[in-house]
């Protein structure tokens, strides 16, 4: 099956400032999904990505899937103290999703 | 409230014994799956059902874990003689494959397995 990587594991972030998150796939990806997961809360969808070089928005969150669907970027301008959490993202694999091990995200005020 | 219940939130057991968990997903999504995670890692796949019908288990789902949907609505998550290494949270989620637009999968609060 396949398996999605996320880089980095943890990221420390200055309020007001910009970070990236990685996801790659071993595999190409039909689509992808982004969620986060607040400290003591569940994974809430965020967006799903599933044209080749897609970008989408979302208010401070800029997602990106890559031109071969391996690859998949979440960044974040302006980084505010609500952006805490752990963002996963996840590969439909036959009809499933397969998450990565996510980035948690803590922002220094 | 329309989102995905799951109970208990919490259960401690001894190693040995039973337990059941029970999910109640959005009521119009066809899709139900269960998912197993530990600290510090992402959602792990266990099963999923497409309405009552149990459609695919995890290799790495040993026998003592079975679940059901009998009337294509909630759905039960049993593990029999526990193991101090099933402690996690088991997360519910649902989704519908009905409508067009984004996927994305509605979670529950999940529940939080204590083996001792």
């Known amino acids: 099956g396949q398996q999605v990587m996320q880089i980095p594991q943890y990221q420390h972030v200055q309020e007001g400032e910009d970070f990236t998150t990685y996801c790659n796939s071993s595999?190409?990806?039909?689509?992808i999904q982004w969620y986060k997961q607040r400290p003591g809360g569940h994974p809430v969808f965020l967006i799903q990505?599933?044209?080749?070089?897609e970008v989408k928005k979302q208010k401070r969150l800029t997602f990106q899937f890559g031109e071969a669907k391996k690859n998949s970027s979440l960044h974040i301008t302006a980084t505010q103290t609500t952006d805490v959490g752990t963002y996963f993202c996840a590969g439909l694999d036959d009809y499933k999703l397969s998450f990565g091990a996510g980035t948690t995200v803590t922002v220094r005020a | 409230d329309t989102g995905v219940s799951q109970d208990p939130r919490h259960k401690i057991t001894k190693r040995g014994q039973n337990v059941t968990f029970r999910c109640d997903p959005i009521s119009e999504h066809n899709r139900l799956y269960w998912y197993r995670q530990t600290l510090g890692q992402g959602p792990e796949f266990l099963t999923y059902?497409?309405?009552?019908?149990?459609?695919?288990k995890s290799r790495l789902l040993s026998d003592r874990f079975s679940a059901e949907r009998p009337k294509g609505s909630f759905s039960t998550l049993e593990i029999q003689r526990t193991e101090q290494g099933d402690s996690a949270m088991y997360l519910c989620?649902?989704?519908?494959?009905?409508?067009?637009?984004?996927?994305?999968?509605?979670f529950g609060s999940g529940t939080r397995l204590t083996v001792v």
């Open positions: 990505l599933v044209k080749s070089g």
């Open positions: 595999t190409t990806l039909s689509n």
């Open positions: 059902f497409q309405n009552e019908a149990q459609l695919e």
């Open positions: 989620a649902s989704r519908s494959t009905d409508r067009a637009g984004d996927y994305g999968y509605t």
